[in-house]
């Protein structure tokens, strides 16, 4: 036999430069995943970065950064809010307690004998809705003629002149209930246009302050009268102690108010001078 030859066709160089390109391909990855350092920071594909100011980027293993990636779940649709369950290590909501049972118990029959059966009504029901429509909350027994105002910014025994001898409260409760102690606790039925009014100023609305009321919610059933609202600058802070001061109560409605009585006081006088009555209008 003579020496072996070699058939050469012409797609083989190409199968070969593929071949070696592969082989090259897989080693290099290989070689990659054995000395490369496991980092949270990339994906489950190899060199794939998530996003970091994504708060979904934050995987807790390795398995479930695809999931976690920026990418995923950014739909403004409803289309998964009932999935429950389902993949909870990737994040997935999982439904627990009683409202696993609201959600996931069996729905009566329409017009069934148990769909039809209504709760028992007790006759203390009827007794508590008749108190609530007749009895008020509060019930005013007595009332003086004119009301009794505290004396504020002076020591809490001489605050309530009307209330009696109070010196026998502790002596720690009095210095802490003194009229100029910021501590002191904050009047608990106060007027809104006093020493309880509701946040108005631009800096006192910076935070949101529930429980007070709003310009036109709900309406004020006893809204201050003309002339006897205060005064409130826009840099005003917010204070547990909010007493108005004089400059407060100097309104452009109060110095209207003003200006009316003395009108009506000189005409009074022109016509006593005169020698007619006067009618008050």
């Given amino acids: 036999f003579g020496p072996s030859r070699r058939v050469f066709t012409p797609w083989a160089d ?5 071949a070696r390109s592969l082989a090259a391909c897989l080693l290099a990855g290989s070689a990659y995943l054995l000395f490369s350092p496991t980092s ?10 998530l996003v970091a100011s994504s708060p979904r980027a934050l995987p807790t293993d390795i398995g479930n950064a695809r999931e976690a990636s920026a990418i995923t779940r950014h739909s403004q649709g409803q289309q998964g809010r009932n999935v429950y369950g389902d993949r909870s290590r990737y994040g997935k909501p999982q439904i627990k307690a009683a409202k696993r049972m609201a959600r996931w118990r069996s729905r009566k029959k329409y ?10 009504r007790y006759p203390l029901y009827d007794i508590l809705e008749e108190v609530y429509e007749k009895v008020p909350t509060y019930t005013i027994i007595s009332e ?15 605050r309530y002149p009307w209330a009696g001898d109070l010196s026998k409260v502790n002596e720690r409760k009095q210095r802490k209930e003194h009229g100029e102690n910021e501590d002191r606790m904050e009047p608990l039925f106060a ?24 310009y036109n919610h709900p309406p004020w059933l006893n809204a201050p009268k003309v002339g006897e609202d205060v005064k409130v600058l826009p840099t005003m802070t917010w204070k547990k102690h909010r007493e108005p001061e004089d400059w407060q109560k100097d309104t452009t409605q109060a110095k209207w108010l003003k200006w009316v009585e003395e009108r009506k006081q000189l005409e009074k006088e022109i016509y006593e001078e005169v020698g007619f009555e006067h009618e008050a209008k």
Wanted: aromatic content about 8%; cysteine-free.
């Fill in 111 to 120: 017009g069934s004998y148990t769909a039809r059966q209504v709760p028992r």
């Fill in 191 to 214: 007027a809104w246009n006093g020493a309880g009014r509701p946040p108005k100023s631009r800096q006192e609305k910076w935070e949101k302050r529930m429980g007070w009321p709003s």
């Fill in 40 to 49: 949270p920071k990339t994906g489950a594909f190899a060199g794939a970065p």
């Fill in 14 to 18: 190409m199968m070969r430069a593929h």
């Fill in 144 to 158: 003086p003629d004119e009301p009794l105002e505290p004396v504020m910014k002076v020591p809490l025994t001489e």
